[in-house]
């Protein structure tokens, strides 16, 4: 959508804080461990099915026209309020659940000890992935959609229901960000400076890859994840650095990210 | 045409505020004293909107002016406070001049971007840093005026005086220099860069002198802050202390060099009242205000100015 958006951070601190609160209360109701999984999905979708339509109707809608670094304040702005909303929601302490990290157990590879759990999240991660290129590349909706984001005007004017893509869109990538939280909740404590954490690292992680570029942020997420590992595998104190040390390098040469799309210039 | 008005209204404000101080109570000379402070690093961030440009990280020079004051103090027991402001805006502005030849040659969002890497890169350091106090940063010394130390009832009274003062030349440095011809090119390249090239313009050059007249700004802001504040810490180069500038340049508006510092005093207004009254929600009045700026006031809070003598 050619959205550089904020709010990403606010609903994966949705998604993992809704992900623990209700699955945390369908355990002490004495649901079966085994069903939390289906839980975190469920959470993820409930609250960026209510929050992600809410703000783009309510709010996004009447900025598009608008410059693009004025709509990254906007969303700036957004992600300050959700950041309270989720205070306000859930207090200042933290949330743990850690029953579907637990269950699962752990395998060993060599010496090293594995949780399942792990394995877990990198399969719904390559299936968010893969589902996602599927749907961009191969259903009419997808197609529609890249349609939109390439030209507004003649999608518009082909009669594409612009409004509604944008609405869709919003609604799926939140809904890929609270998946993210959701998933990831059962291995952290749930704090409310989870979304200012996770948004600078996902800046990084796209920017690397070249923005609205779907190999692109994959490359990206597995360059920061394996730097950020090495890094505190060998030399701990670089740990955050590095991360953005590897994203000035490779701005400084692509500049507009590794799997960049060509830009006509503008006379 | 009419006349530049300014320069007057500096002086007037400068007059009012270095009186009235004397009678306000300390905290808001506390509060006026660090809006001057980010009122500089926004004077620099409005530099670079002008040309279309916002960098996510001028927290970056912020904390570079800070660290440079505190460590004179710590290392040499350098005091002065014109001693630590000067060396704050030396330190920026030479990093600045350095990532400028990079910087310069980016635009729109990967400029904002990359911008934001290298504060962060930075607060990664800091962070790590056991000798500096690491996520506890360090205290400042409180500081002298030309060897003299202020009794304590006028600490604040001095430190305000002395950040009006350092306030006011800047602002009207950077207000002739916007006057100037590699000033006035800023709208041109907002709007149209090739055209400058051909017009036989260097927009990268302009830039880049831009870039480092900000990231100089924000140093001396950072000195500031630090000797008005008595603490620094890594937090200072984090991307919120960013996004809390570029949210001073939105409200306040580049119409005028006075539009940064007012919009700090408002920001300061805002975050103070909104904390006193509900301190768990105080983000949300601050977000909800970015918003009613953005969408009443496109051109920032500067613009009621501008309308009313309009009318």
């Known amino acids: ?94 949330y743990f659940i850690a029953e579907p990290y637990g269950l ?42 890249v349609a939109v984001i390439h030209d507004t005007e003649v999608s518009r004017a082909m009669g594409i229901n612009v409004d509604r893509m944008y609405l869709y869109t919003f609604t799926f990538g939140s809904l890929l960000a609270a998946i993210g939280g959701a998933f990831t909740a059962p291995t952290v404590s749930v704090v409310p400076a989870l979304g200012v954490e996770v948004i600078v690292l996902s800046f990084a992680v796209v920017v690397i890859g070249g923005l609205g570029s779907l190999p692109g942020a994959a490359l990206g997420a597995v360059m920061v994840g394996l730097v950020r590992s090495a890094a505190i595998h060998y030399l701990p104190q670089a740990e955050l650095f590095v991360i953005y040390l590897v994203m000035a390098m490779v701005l400084a040469f692509r500049p507009r990210g590794l799997f960049s799309i060509a830009e006509a210039r503008k006379i | ?46 530099i670079l909107l002008r040309c279309g440009l916002v960098s996510f990280g001028q927290a970056l020079y912020y904390c570079i002016g800070a660290y440079a004051a505190g460590m004179l103090g710590r290392l040499f027991g350098a005091s002065d406070v014109f001693t630590l402001m000067l060396a704050g805006m030396a330190a920026a502005g030479l990093v600045g001049f350095v990532l400028g030849f990079l910087l310069a040659r980016y635009r729109s969002i990967f400029f904002g971007l990359l911008s934001l890497a290298v504060s962060m890169i930075l607060y990664g350091l800091l962070v790590k840093t056991e000798a500096l106090g690491s996520t506890d940063g360090f205290h400042v010394l409180p500081s002298t005026l030309f060897g003299l130390r202020p009794a304590d009832a006028w600490v604040r009274y001095t430190v305000l005086a002395v950040a009006l003062l350092v306030a006011f030349i800047a602002a009207l440095l950077v207000h002739r220099y916007l006057g100037t011809p590699l000033g006035r090119l800023a ?111 496109p051109n920032g809070l500067w613009s009621l100015f501008r309308g009313r003598k309009a009318a």
């Open chain 2, 187 to 297: 709208s041109a390249i907002k709007d149209n860069e090739i055209r400058v090239e051909y017009m036989g313009a260097s927009a990268r050059h302009a830039i880049h002198v831009k870039y480092v007249i900000a990231a100089a700004l924000a140093g001396l802001g950072g000195a500031l802050a630090a000797t008005t504040v008595g603490h620094i810490d890594p937090e200072m180069a984090y991307w919120t202390t960013s996004g809390e500038f570029i949210f001073i340049t939105i409200l306040a508006g580049t119409g005028n060099v006075i539009a940064p510092f007012l919009g700090a005093l408002v920001f300061g207004v805002i975050q103070t009242v909104a904390f006193g009254i509900s301190p768990n929600t105080w983000q949300m009045v601050l977000g909800g205000s970015l918003l009613v700026v953005i969408v009443f006031l």
């Open chain 1, 1 to 94: 959508m050619k959205i550089v958006n904020v709010t990403h951070g606010s609903f994966y601190a949705l998604g993992a804080y809704a992900a623990a609160s209700i699955t945390g209360a369908l355990l002490a109701r004495g649901m079966p461990p085994s069903l939390s999984y289906a839980v975190l999905l469920g959470s993820a979708l409930l609250v960026s099915v209510i929050v992600a339509p809410l703000i783009e109707r309510g709010i996004l809608r009447f900025m598009y026209a608008k410059d693009e670094v004025v709509i990254l304040l906007i969303t700036y702005a957004l992600f300050l309020i959700l950041e309270d909303v989720i205070k306000m929601i859930w207090g200042v302490n933290p």
């Open chain 1, 104 to 145: 699962l157990g752990s395998f060993d590879v060599l010496d090293l000890t594995y949780p399942y759990y792990n394995l877990i999240l990198v399969g719904v991660a390559i299936a968010c992935g893969a589902g996602l290129a599927w749907m961009l590349g191969s259903t009419r909706t997808g197609k529609l959609l």
């Open chain 2, 1 to 46: 045409m009419s006349r530049d008005r300014t320069p007057r209204t500096l002086a007037l404000i400068l007059l009012a505020l270095l009186v009235s101080g004397q009678f306000l109570p300390q905290w808001t000379l506390f509060l006026v004293t660090v809006a001057l402070a980010k009122g500089l690093v926004v004077l620099g961030l409005m």
